[in-house]
């Protein structure tokens, strides 16, 4: 049961262009929102998040939006540089646990120089 | 280095075999997360402790697999009699005592054990 989808396993983007990843869930009780961001060989970190009252949170390069209707959200990252090539991971938590995550499968980005 | 240190990082098993992966949180952090990320799949939540309590098992496996995180020294996942199946990257994540819900942005992940099982 994949409560979590990000259902681009990959993208490419070009340097200096915005890079769009998208992420659906399915509970509507997840009240948590997260990105993180995983480089081979090493574990993930965390990139940003958005609560489920928010419907945008912008740091920076990046930028959450939250549809909660569509029980969808996006990450974006304008500009892309070839640094932000990596896995990135959407993750989820309820209420009461704040610290178990549902994550999603990933999505690789590639950043074209 | 401050960070979630993982040992061993690769780790080749024979079927039967027992697997141990360590893991020691950030200094600092009394709680400590598993997860296991299968091939093509996100990483999926296993069990949760604090220092000789575990609090939620809830994504561990019933049978072959334990976990512990003792007054001294790491926390450890323990996969006895190890299958095919039992091959994925274990990560561990540690977080410093909740005081409430934090929205689950405080986790701290380590780099991963890789469990191969031939």
């Known amino acids: 049961d994949q409560q979590v989808k990000q259902n681009s396993p990959s993208l490419s983007v070009q340097e200096g262009r915005i890079s769009i990843l998208n992420c659906d869930y399915t509970?509507?009780?997840?009240?948590?929102f997260l990105w993180y961001k995983k480089y081979p060989a090493e574990g993930p970190t965390f990139l940003i998040s958005?609560?489920?009252?928010?419907d945008k949170n912008e740091d920076g390069r990046f930028t959450v939006f939250l549809n909660k209707s569509a029980k969808h959200l996006s990450l974006h990252i304008v500009p892309s540089q070839p640094g932000d090539s990596a896995v990135y991971f959407c993750a989820a938590s309820f209420p009461e646990y704040g610290n178990k995550l549902v994550f999603g499968a990933g999505t690789i980005l590639r950043v074209k120089s | 280095n401050a960070g979630v240190m993982q040992n061993p990082r690769h780790l080749v098993r024979r079927r039967g075999q027992e697997a141990r992966l360590r893991c020691s949180p950030m200094?600092?952090?009394?709680?400590v997360y598993w997860y296991r990320q299968l091939p093509e799949e996100g990483l999926k939540f296993m069990v949760y402790l604090q220092k000789e309590n575990i609090i939620d098992e809830s994504g561990m496996p019933k049978e072959r697999f334990s976990a512990e995180f003792p007054k001294e020294g790491p926390s450890i996942l323990r996969i006895q009699q190890v299958v095919r199946g039992d091959s994925a990257a274990y990560f561990c994540?540690?977080?410093?005592?909740?005081?409430?819900?934090?929205?689950?942005?405080?986790?701290?992940f380590g780099a991963g054990s890789r469990l191969t099982v031939l």
């Open positions: 994540a540690s977080s410093p005592p909740t005081t409430g819900y934090s929205g689950a942005n405080v986790l701290t």
């Open positions: 958005i609560s489920s009252i928010k």
């Open positions: 509970n509507s009780m997840f009240d948590y």
């Open positions: 200094k600092g952090h009394s709680h």
